[in-house]
């Protein structure tokens, strides 16, 4: 029970004084209490543990196509509370990836909400797992599913039986497993044990103490980690979830208001866009008193705009990558903070409890202070590695000095009063608008659809020290086949991993070392938009 995620909110609702107080706020407006969340949770689970035993030592995996809704909460809250590895799929994730996904991840469920049955009806279902719970299936569906499952449960009327016993979970059984860009074309799963899970929420609980009356704003997907956080450091504390829809990201400083949200999560990029839209004002957010933001560097000009709109709160800037299970370091931004020298960002702090940061030379040994190397992180929050990806994941997470480490591909140093410093990435990964984007994977695509070896995939513009999109150089292409190009990146990658302009260039620009010059090509597009 120590390692399982639905502990909280299942001791909550057994608590007399607690059980009636507001856990989640979504779809407009619908409050669930811990009891009520922990009753339909508690009926899904029911119908999870019944899953077969055939996956063999390995926990069940259950897919949930759901975000931002009370049903993708609930999935989450179901699977932990069933001992079973939930693996959040985007609602916008593309038909081949998706394939890709259901293909690695060998899925005995899937759950989804209303939007995630969407995606289902409008895509060719490949092999289906035994249970699909779905909210009000259509008739289309039932059809479309009929010979590939077995079972089709209305998640909004699953039968009223008793919920089991929370599960026996063991440390090395997974929590969950989230898919990110990967190099060679086909998305990688990451897996995140349950001690992993917990050792992350015992130190983040610690850190940010909240409480019963904090209210957290809801603004991330299932599968971008931060959701993990916002959730379950929530409830760890028996505070309430309000989930912003994604069709209101606009509307998410009125949306704070009208909640009276004290707890504000989200990634700089989205303060960026509120404040070019001017919504948002000095003084906008009055009650927030603690600003979390993860998943990008964080630029002076944001942390002051940001600081006039909620001049209350404290920030706390925060780092990690989805295989060191959400953030390992960060600092708390109160009357003073830490630039990186010559950069408009905020250096990434120092670790949190439980994680070791190393700076390592390209033969992986120790830098001294103030050296530039690969950021290394050591410690209990470390995933397992990669789904099916023995090779890789022995690359990313060797073993030095008796040590086992992920090794980030983040540039960086620490300086001399211990605080670490991102310089951005040694590969072509990048964070755009908060999403983690291999650069290879979308050239490899355009290779392919191209026809062509030279292409290069290029983050611009930057803004406030974020990435805003991408555009793509290709040598010898036909600029004809754009349209073709672009309508099947559509189809592979989600929208974000779509570049907004496709160049076509004679020659591709080199250095001296014989490879594709980056730079100049930036240096194009900065010339092109002067």
Known sequence: MRFNLARDVWQHARDAQHRGRPALVA????????????????????????LTAAVGSTRPRVGVIASRSHHACIAVLGCAWAGVTYVPIGLKTPSERLKHIFAQAELSAIVCDAAGRELLEATDLPQLPELLCVPQPSASLLTAAEALVSRVLDLDALPDTPAPPLAATSPGDLAY?????????????????????????????????LTPEDRTLEV??????????DMFATWRAGGSLHVLPATKVMNAVRFA????????????????????????????????RLAIFIGEPLSQGT????????????????????????????????????????????????????????ILDSQQRPLPIGEIGEIALSGVQLAQGYLGAPELSARKFP?????????????G?????????????????VKILGNRVELEEIEAHLRELARVELVAVIPWPTLDGAHQGLVAFACGASPAAAPHIVRELKRRVPPYMVPAQLHWLPEMPMNSNGKIDRHALRARLEDSSG
């Open 303 to 358: 942390l002051e705009g940001w600081r006039e709109a909620a001049p209350a709160s404290v920030v706390e800037d925060l780092y990690g990558p989805t295989e060191a299970t959400v953030v390992c370091t960060g600092q708390r931004v109160d009357s003073s903070h830490v630039l990186t020298p010559g950069r408009d960002v905020l250096s990434i702090g120092t670790e949190l409890p439980g994680t070791d940061v190393a």
């Open 177 to 209: 497993i989230m898919f990110t860009s990967g190099t060679t074309g086909v998305p990688k799963g990451v897996m995140i044990s349950a001690q992993s899970a917990c050792a992350f929420l015992d130190m983040i609980a610690a850190r940010l103490r």
């Open 413 to 429: 140093y620490r300086d001399a009063l211990g605080r670490l410093h991102h310089l951005g990435r040694l590969d072509h990964q």
């Open 257 to 288: 208001r009208e909640r009276r949200i004290s707890v504000w999560s989200s990634t700089p990029s989205l303060v960026s866009l509120l404040r070019r839209v001017k919504v948002l004002q000095p003084g906008a957010l009055p009650d927030v």
């Open 399 to 411: 073993v030095l000095g008796g040590k086992r480490f992920y090794l980030t591909g983040d540039s």
């Open 220 to 229: 991330t997907e299932l599968g971008f980690d931060v959701s993990v956080l």
């Open 27 to 50: 779809d407009g407006g619908s409050v669930f209490s811990y009891a009520e969340l922990a009753a339909r949770a508690g009926r899904l689970a029911a119908q999870l543990a019944r």
